[in-house]
């Protein structure tokens, strides 16, 4: 995987440098800068080394012609078989590498006139990019359809255009004022969704969104990968289970020692079982497991992670979770840096304590990112599907069973309760609000398409569209790139999508959730694997929120102000939501507040960014997070909230 940045405008080389020093945690292996003679473009990369180590393969790559240039940062499935049938119809790809690849398809498209969103199409894997065409003059941007891997871009100047991987990066390039606008979008999904970023100035591409900068204009479209045929459900089930393997494999090949998570759970056990049985036929090693242990036994599934890497005759690596209110709010401080833009998922936490760890020992990862939401793992998607039946009970009599049945609940039941009390549209948007608080004015951005149709597939569409690109993959990304750490996906591989796909969202919740992955990979787990319930990757937030509130903010008092401030709720109800969060353990209400916390200190790294700006010039700049800490505590950089 690689850093990405680069501007049209002439003169900004010294900019695009300051980018890429800023993204050399994505591509510490070396750097490449390449600008154009005839003035104006500059494409800059950071390498991480995964496939072909060679000179030929150091980024940009130039065509043999020397009319385009890339700039890539990812990998495509199965690339050595495409290079190899290019190569047999005479195109002349000049490495092994994934970008020598997409250089060539997209080098042939456009010298045949073609639209490039067709052929990259055909490409399964996880990337973004960046191509100017000397000849006319045209940068084109594009991210997978998936949104695995993440590209910022913003308009400047006199109709110029810079872009990064990264936000922190793209802000070395141009200034940025954020955008405070963002705040009720964030506090429903717990984080920005696209093209939103945070900051007035700077977009991010949309998964599957291809654009084009000529003359001071943008074009743009999208990447639509090809659907199939529906088969019957015998032939899904096989057909499932050699997509799965064939898209492990895929992912296993490259020229760097390859791990995988071992969560416990189904998705990644049928991503260690597939690659324990890929790396047996090639007469490897299999690769080694890496599964996260909590200290309170009712979280931990590093039991079920041991019984399993003993059935694939694997390597087990046990990283234990952050507890300590320092360590937690490090691994916060630095997962909110590698943003760059407000990320309220208590997770990332953990998933940068998770990174650092496995970094330690392989640069490229396998996980099960994608398998809840293509194959119905989430308890709202039973929600929605037995939504119908719920609304055929009179009105008043489902308010009068309502409290009854939601005490019999699990956690969060009464969240599905309330949710059905309205109607279809009403239960979308309140079982999506990943805090139910609305009466801070949170709200859901949604595609307009997904307004109509069966509410369940509606629920798993959204998913796959919104939360996923924008939540875990998004977290992945940074949490692994912040170390150097490159996170392969096989369950979102085109043909994995597109077989999942074919059956409809109710058919993947017969026999409980993930009827068909359970199916498919159920000759090659232990005996009862499948059947244990799982605990989800699920932080103690409650808890943490206890010790960050006191070590950012001291007293009580003093929390509950610097999170409420500018909102419009009483001060008997902001002490309600402290305490409901913090003492009673309330889900939603810790989520909302942690939200909240995060919300304040993405403020705060605003505030140190410009002080920051201002002690460079000085010579002197302290970004610790002691320093940063330290001077919260001292109120010296608490901002005003402009919510």
Known sequence: MCGLAGATASGEQPRV??????????????????????????????????????????QPLISPDGRFVLAFNGY????????????????????????????????????????????????????????????????????????????????????????????AALRCIIPAMPDRGVFPHYLAHLFVPAPATGFVDIRQLRPGELICWQNGKIDGRMIRPATCHRPDGEDAVADL????RQSVADAMDADRNVGMLLSGGMDSGAIAAMACDVARERGQKPPPGFVMQFRDAGMD????????????GTELHVVVAPDGPEEILAHLNDGLRAFGSPFGNPSVVLMQALGAAVSRHVPICLAGDGGDELFGGYPRYQAAAIFGAWQSVPGFIRRKMAGNIARLLPRGGARFVRGGQGDAQRAFQYWNDRCGLAELGARLVVPEDLSEGDLCDQMMAFDRRVTLPGNQLAMSDRCGMAYGLEYRVPLLGHDVMAIAGRVAARGHLREGAKSLLRAAIAQMMPDGYLRASKVGFNPPVADWLAKLGGLLWGREARIIEMLFADLPIRDRTRQDYWRRATRHGEQDMALGLWALIVWRIWQMHLATDRRAEIMRAKGSVDGSIKAVVQEVVQEKTVPKAAI
């Open 241 to 244: 289970r050699r997509a799965i």
């Open 301 to 312: 599934e590093t039991p079920r992670a041991r019984q399993l890497a003993k059935h694939l």
């Open 76 to 167: 495509i499935a199965g690339h050595r078989r495409r290079i190899l049938s290019l190569r047999e119809k005479g195109s002349v790809v000049e490495s092994d590498s994934d970008a020598a690849l997409v250089l060539a398809v997209l080098g042939n498209a456009l010298r045949d006139g073609c639209d490039p969103a067709k052929p990259l199409a055909d490409l399964s894997g996880q990337y973004a990019f960046a191509l100017w065409d000397c000849a006319l003059r045209q940068l084109w941007l594009g991210r997978d359809p998936i949104g695995i891997k993440p590209l910022y871009f913003s308009e400047y100047g006199s109709g110029n255009v810079a872009f990064a991987s990264e936000v």
């Open 17 to 58: 440098h300051a980018a890429l020093n800023a993204l050399v945690h994505r591509g510490p292996d070396g750097e490449g800068c390449w600008s154009d003679p005839a003035g104006g473009v500059t494409l800059g990369v950071r390498r991480l080394i995964t496939t072909d180590p060679g000179a030929a393969a150091n």
